[in-house]
């Protein structure tokens, strides 16, 4: 990876979770087409991919080949191996990308648990919301807007959630099986991933 920030690797459960920094160039790429696509609603339509995936979300917008290919194709396969790398000491040696999409979530919408085709999977941060919302009950653990990793039962000295907020540039890389949700929040802007 160039002039990229390295890979972490973070273990809350059997499962290993990669967590890496997406390069501002890439980030303003994908808002800018996510943004055009908006703003047409013909391309909207066609792009909409909302049918196919778990998300009770205002939209989600399936990103073509065409957009990908180049520096967001790189930036995928130099993390990819080395989360690879990093977790089983082998080289990568094919890579596809099956899919990639962008996630428009508003206030009270939510990902239910769910998981992914393919391999690895990868959640990162375009755009996110000045905050999350404060909770109903004044707790002060607050997962509105947080994204949950769910493997396992509840064990002694195990949790089998592990709940992270998002930050605009993070991305983590998960196995494809691992389950996942995201929380609601309350109040103005998108949460984009």
Not at 74 to 85: G, H, L
Request: charged fraction near 25%; charge should be positive; include cysteine.
């Amino acid at each position: 990876m160039k002039n990229e920030e390295t890979l972490n690797i973070i273990r809350p459960f059997g499962p290993a979770i990669g967590l890496t920094t997406i390069p501002k160039i890439l980030i303003d790429k994908i808002n800018n087409f996510v943004d055009e696509v908006v703003k047409d609603k013909k391309k909207s339509k066609e792009l909409d991919y909302g049918q196919k995936l778990a998300g009770e979300v205002t939209q989600e917008i399936f990103l073509p080949n065409e957009m990908l290919k180049g520096d967001i194709l790189n930036f995928f396969v130099a993390i990819s191996k080395a989360y690879v790398e990093n977790l089983t000491n082998k080289k990568l040696t094919k890579f596809d990308l099956i899919k990639c999409w962008v996630v428009r979530q508003f206030e009270g919408e939510y990902n239910p648990t769910h998981w992914h085709s393919g391999h690895i999977s990868a959640a990162g941060y375009l755009k996110l919301p000045d905050n999350f919302g404060s909770t109903k009950q004044g707790k002060a653990k607050n997962a509105n807007g947080k994204i949950n990793f769910v493997h396992g039962s509840h064990q002694f000295l195990s949790s089998p959630i592990s709940i992270k907020k998002p930050e605009v540039g993070k991305i983590f890389l998960f196995p494809n099986y691992l389950m996942h949700s995201v929380n609601p929040f309350y109040g103005k802007g998108e949460r984009r991933s």
